[in-house]
């Protein structure tokens, strides 16, 4: 627990903007079901009347960054075409679409006559975004956030500063227009608020990183507020001895190269040995042909592969063409090595022996176990929930790929009619439980 | 983020026996249902077997803490009856009765021809439990954890080292007896250990405090593991202008005196204006027949209290016959108040105006919000859950009373027949996501 960097302690006017959103959350959380997707067409209606002027604005930060010569993955990732916008504002007619998660009853119980209790999912209430770069993050989020009730504060990269206010002014305008307080979405827009963001659990219920690993991993050390995403996504796919070679070897290609700088990209393949020379004979040309770098234990090594891993092998994300190999000797060996290493995203094994699928599934406690097909599956969209909010690697929920469900919490209701537990003491009322 | 006292790290012998509750947690969360109630019967057998140990060394226990001069209610909750002991039996035998949480399937759908996503109950893996004295809560937690699949890190008061000793060695006989790795519920003993726990973040997915709210404020502010609970319980009670007076007195009476000491009494009571002459004038005499020594605001001094409240009184837990009375022009004002001084935990509103009570109850952000009843409900038994793990103030779930289903997550399992991403980049694969 060891603070690297002091966070600072927020300033009145960081307090006061948080205490009009939490208000405004309020109001929010109220809004009846209509009302919130009236609210999300409204916003991309203005982001659609507003395209110049959020255009220009990312012409003017994309040109402020180049003369400050920032890296060109991050001036890919500011830049905001047309085409970028456009899928931005379908995006959130898309999430206006989706069932409401507010509202839903999860109990409904008579507790005793004239006593009912109701446990109803509400909003969490005032979200907290950090986010680099990327514009976008903005729309997406924000469309996320009213549609389950919620309030939010975005930080943005301050490389964005110019183009995420013009997207926000759009996006408060639609609230506005719809009827909803404007100040349910808040942008901050120098670094230090963005730290103080951190401090303040009073006012933020949830704080959702979008960025690097090591964004992520200081905002999880730094916070008391609970963080919805995860820092490293070190998966792995266990190659058994009764695997399908073919099913083996497609399943393993898709899993590193079809998006390599992906969470759910695999880092490490564990291959048991009696398969691992037939295996590793065809893995090595096909991995070496699609431009991958192959590093193994000193056993894959005596195989075919080049370099040898390193204990920091195990554990590294490469988010890269760059793959690790180990050979074990059992099923046994492989589960071990994933509850050691793995970073509980998402493992796979390929196997035809059910037994041996049931065993690994059981056994390996990451949010995602998958037989015989690739771990690039692990993705709120591809799972049906219709848009992501991020994806989880802590043990409690919501964990794994979190839709709009993770957007909202419970609260129990009850309802009487003067009930007072004395009563049940002496006999005079008595529990019936009973599920209506 | 403070810390007042430095938090040990866990040393070699610790390690070592977190390690093997975490492995026996492994082999737990893969017993079947029926194992898991044969393990409770026979844990509950064993018990009764070695009563007279357990008594004796409860003796041996209690003559030690009053040779120390402890405190006489350090001593009452030491203390272990037969009767008491026979109680903590039953429990366990009960806990088996209740629902299985585990392997419970929450979706399960078709994302794909052959592949299909299926999200499951899973036991959260080893809990970790640090309590004072009270050596039944050994026996509760102990059934809790297994009956939902989990290994289990005890650590309770030093004085009670004895007694939680013949209790442990008894649950590990009837695990042992069942079949179950007996090294799934392990007591550990020293101060020096218990502290080191919260350091355990690798083994522990779960803090479960059971004591004073000093101890589970340390604990909170201690460590990355998740923690089950809450500190303060500071409920509130609003007597609204359209109360029925008869109503507002019952609830009133039973929601502070029904047994003070607990986390759902209130400590504050918030008086419509309007009724305030007239529901004081009744209240004061009653509550001064039963004790409670009143604290207010100015304007409830004007209408006949004798002690004048102080900011400090609002953010109280008397836990005690005490209860401090705000008199408030309206609804959000009372509405105001409970944001700004509640914990979180239940707060109630008594009134006639079902839409006041709709307003009071969606805009508190509590956990248990009330509606003409004490709120004395706001318990695990008392809402159905046949038993409690705590009740949790934070808003995130699991919130409010929390049963079994609180010491459970979930998994996402997919299963396919080689299915890769790739083929459905170019139409070789289409998703169909499908609710089997």
Chains 1, 2 share one sequence.
Not at 144 to 153: E, K, P
Not at 349 to 364: D, G, W
């Amino acid at each position: 627990m060891a603070n690297t960097f002091e966070v600072p302690q927020p300033g009145n006017e960081l307090l006061k903007k948080a205490d009009q959103v939490r208000f405004a959350s309020i109001k929010v959380s109220q809004t009846e079901n209509h009302i919130r997707i009236k609210a999300l067409n409204f916003m991309a209606d203005y982001l659609e009347k507003n395209t110049k002027e959020i255009l220009d604005a990312n012409n003017e930060d994309y040109k402020n960054a180049e003369r400050k010569g920032i890296s060109n993955a991050l001036l890919f990732r500011l830049k905001l075409s047309k085409e970028k916008l456009n899928l931005g504002i379908e995006g959130i007619r898309k999430v206006g679409e989706l069932a409401d998660p507010v509202n839903q009853i999860q109990i409904k119980r008579e507790l005793s006559k004239g006593l009912v209790l109701e446990r109803k999912t509400v909003p969490i209430g005032v979200l907290g975004v950090i986010f680099e770069s990327r514009p976008d993050a903005v729309m997406q989020i924000s469309a996320l956030a009213i549609r389950s009730g919620n309030g939010v504060i975005l930080k943005g990269g301050s490389e964005a500063n110019l183009t995420n206010t013009a997207i926000v002014n759009a996006l408060q305008e639609g609230l506005f227009e719809s009827g909803i307080d404007k100040n349910a979405i808040c942008l901050l827009k120098s670094r230090k608020d963005s730290m103080s963001m951190l401090n303040l659990e009073n006012y933020i219920n949830l704080i959702i990183p979008r960025g690097s690993n090591e964004l992520v991993k200081f905002i999880q050390e730094n916070t008391r507020i609970p963080v919805l995403g995860h820092a490293d996504g070190i998966c792995h796919l266990f190659i058994d001895n009764e695997a399908n070679l073919e099913v083996a070897l497609s399943v393993a290609l898709d899993s590193k190269i079809q998006y390599p700088a992906a969470c759910n990209a695999i880092e490490t393949l564990l291959v048991h040995k009696e398969i691992a020379p037939v295996f590793l004979e065809k893995a090595i040309p096909l991995f070496n042909s699609n431009k991958v770098k192959l590093i193994g234990d000193k056993r894959s090594v005596e195989l075919g592969l080049k370099y040898e891993a390193t204990l920091e092998d195990w554990q590294t994300e490469y988010l890269d063409l760059i793959l690790s190999i180990k050979i074990v000797d059992d099923l046994d060996e492989a589960i071990t090595h994933i509850r050691k290493f793995s970073s509980k995203h998402t493992d796979g094994i390929i196997t035809e022996n059910l037994s041996a699928a049931n065993k690994f599934m059981n056994e390996v406690d990451s949010a995602g176990v998958f037989h015989n097909c690739s771990t690039r599956f692990a993705d709120g969209f591809r799972y049906g929930f219709g848009a992501e909010v991020g994806i989880s690697t802590q043990t409690l929920p919501p964990r794994g790929p979190v839709g709009l469900e993770g957007l909202v919490t419970y609260k129990y209701f009850l309802k009487g009619n003067g009930n007072i537990v004395k009563d049940f003491s002496y006999g005079k009322a008595i529990y019936t439980h009973k599920d209506l």
